[in-house]
């Protein structure tokens, strides 16, 4: 693993260490866990924002939203945001005790993330002429890929849980067509881009659901910007932009989901507007008090709280029991496990947070937490790193391939969009990873002469 750690990202380090001065500044009653984890989480933003227009950042983006949901929410909990928060909403332990296992295990998470297993650490770096290529020779199977990835879309609500899974992992690679498309061509399929944008809206807006939507966003823009490099002020007006829009959303998605899955409204884009409307005459659009209410949206720490504080007073550690038991679910179809846990199963979560929760109501340990109620605070933070290294392998893999194989570059983007997020069950994560990874797999098997780069003058 040569080069481990280099990071060929070119970051302006002048601005990272002013925050970090003027952050102990203007903020001197900040503790050292709270201003270690913002300046943390600062540095990984940094890498993210530099690296795009150089690559597709998917390490720098699962690294950045474990530090959003891990460390920035927590602490703007414990630095006065906890007190808009009722019950076991709040942080259950206090700072010190919280910080001092999950601060270690985040940066266990992204050292795991770092380490490289190809030769070159520019693998990351897409080779356009490559990619152009390929795109002016292949240009059915990119527009299949686009017509699947809508067919799927459309007709995966009608299976069943296990069979939908697949139809939802190839509703995705429309994404992957129109990533092509965007990075092939001189000149854009405006028509192909509305489609496939407008799809990933409408079907937010059906299911209330937009982590994926903001997912894509970025993704689409970092695709964009590797077409384009635009300036670093471009680039941040732009993250300026995509922040006030996450900001929104959240403020606006408690509202939006009351009026479709309460009231029993559509979910289109006519409610959407409806409830922007009505919370903006209201005034209740954008208030601090409901800023700083939303903080528990991006506080995955008031479950990992939870966690702590129940084991191992109440339930004695795992031991890795409960772990076989989410690598059952992530791994083997209902078919060979009929017993294995279902996704989102709630008494599962009650048993090891210690709070109930309502019937219908999904939360997920995440893995921090499973790392913890399986193995404790040290254990805990060594599993993190074997995640982190897992993501960081599947990663390198689709790289090495992209030279003779181009659209495998852009696959960790279908892989990783789910897993990513650090608020998510552990079972569903892996469960995500395993069976994309296999289902490219089947394709590419299937196509291989297709997916194969015929390069000229070899």
């Known amino acids: 693993m040569k080069n481990l750690f280099k990071t060929d990202v070119p970051i302006d380090w002048r601005i990272y260490f002013a925050i970090v001065v003027f952050t102990k500044l203007f903020f001197p009653e900040l503790s050292f866990y709270s201003y270690l984890a913002f300046m943390i989480s600062a540095y990984q933003f940094m890498l993210l924002f530099y690296s795009i227009g150089y690559i597709l950042p998917v390490r720098y983006l699962a690294g950045s939203l474990m530090c959003v949901q891990m460390l920035v929410g927590p602490a703007f909990a414990y630095n006065g945001l906890d007190e808009y928060q009722l019950g076991f909403l709040k942080m259950q332990i206090d700072e010190s005790a919280y910080f001092s296992y999950v601060l270690p295990a985040t940066i266990m998470f992204i050292i795991g993330l770092k380490i490289r ?20 020779n292949n240009q059915s199977t990119i527009y299949a890929f686009i017509i699947i990835g809508f067919i799927s879309s459309l007709v995966s609500p009608f299976f069943s849980t296990e069979i939908g899974f697949v139809f939802t992992l190839l509703g995705s690679f429309k994404f992957v067509g129109l990533f092509m498309i965007i990075l092939g061509e ?11 944008i407008s799809s990933i809206i409408l079907s937010s807006l059906g299911s209330a659901m937009f982590h994926d939507l903001l997912i894509w966003v970025l993704f689409l823009g970092a695709v964009f910007s590797l077409k384009y490099k635009p300036s670093i002020y471009l680039k941040f007006v ?62 995955q720490g008031f479950i990992i709280t939870n966690i702590m504080k129940n084991v191992p007073e109440k339930e004695n550690y795992s031991n890795g029991a409960e772990l076989m038991q989410i690598l059952e679910a992530a791994v083997l179809p209902r078919v060979i496990a009929p017993n294995k846990l ?26 921090i937490g499973d790392g913890y109620l399986n193995f404790g605070k040290f254990g805990g933070m060594v599993f993190m790193f074997f995640l982190g290294l897992l993501f960081s392998y599947v990663i390198s893999v689709f790289y090495k391939y992209s030279f003779e194989y181009p659209i495998l570059y852009l696959f ?31 394709v590419l098997k299937i196509w291989q002469s297709n997916f194969f780069l015929k390069i000229s003058n070899k």
């Not at 001189?186 to 496939?196: A, E, Q, R």
């Open 117 to 136: 297993f190809n030769q070159n650490v520019s693998d990351e770096y897409i080779n356009i002429d490559h990619l152009k290529e390929y795109v002016i």
């Open 342 to 367: 279902n996704a989102g199963d709630r008494f599962f979560f009650m048993k090891w947070a210690g709070f109930p929760i309502a019937a219908g109501t999904s939360m997920g340990l995440s893995s």
């Open 412 to 442: 960790p983007t279908l892989v990783f969009y789910y897993p990513m997020r650090a608020d998510c069950e552990l079972q569903t994560i892996l469960g995500h990873l395993v069976k994309s990874c296999f289902l490219i797999f089947v």
């Open 186 to 196: 001189h000149n854009l399929k405006p028509v192909s881009l509305f489609v496939v």
């Open 238 to 299: 732009l993250a300026m932009f995509f922040v006030v829009l996450a900001v929104f959303i959240q403020m606006l998605k408690g509202d939006y989901r009351d009026a479709t899955w309460k009231e029993g409204k559509e979910g289109d884009v006519s409610t959407f507007a409806t409830t922007t409307k009505v919370k903006s005459e209201q005034n209740e659009l954008f208030t601090m008090e409901k800023l700083k209410q939303n903080n528990v949206r991006i506080n």
